[in-house]
């Protein structure tokens, strides 16, 4: 059974800093890519970053201020966060790649004053 379990979300200031996790079971987790994708109130889903075998890639809206890395022998996925603004505000959630239906519970990560 494919579980994925997201933490590290939170508050934090304009300017700070998060590192979100994400824990992976239930399938070969070295073989896929993996995303991390936000979704802010009322808004549709948004593909942020994803890493696979031939690198990084980012959206735009977040390059040069979030990383994503992966740990193949601890099953994990990590998005680390920089300079967050208030648009960066929303449910992060890690995706297997190509895996349409795969999501965890996600993590709350809100920027505020």
């Known amino acids: 059974q494919v579980q994925l379990v997201e933490s590290g979300g939170g508050l934090v200031q304009p300017g700070g800093s998060l590192r979100l996790s994400c824990a992976a079971s239930?399938?070969?987790?070295?073989?896929?890519?993996m995303n991390w994708y936000r979704q802010a109130p009322g808004k549709e889903r948004q593909w942020v970053a994803r890493?696979?075998?031939?690198?990084?890639d980012y959206a735009g809206s977040v390059k040069g201020r979030f990383t994503i890395s992966r740990d193949n022998a601890k099953r994990m996925v990590y998005l680390q966060m920089n300079s967050l603004e208030s648009e960066d505000t929303a449910v992060y959630y890690c995706?297997?790649?190509?895996?349409?239906?795969?999501w965890g519970q996600g993590t709350q990560v809100t920027v505020s004053t």
């Open positions: 890493i696979s075998d031939y690198g990084t």
């Open positions: 995706n297997i790649h190509g895996w349409p239906n795969a």
């Open positions: 239930g399938f070969v987790f070295a073989s896929y890519a």
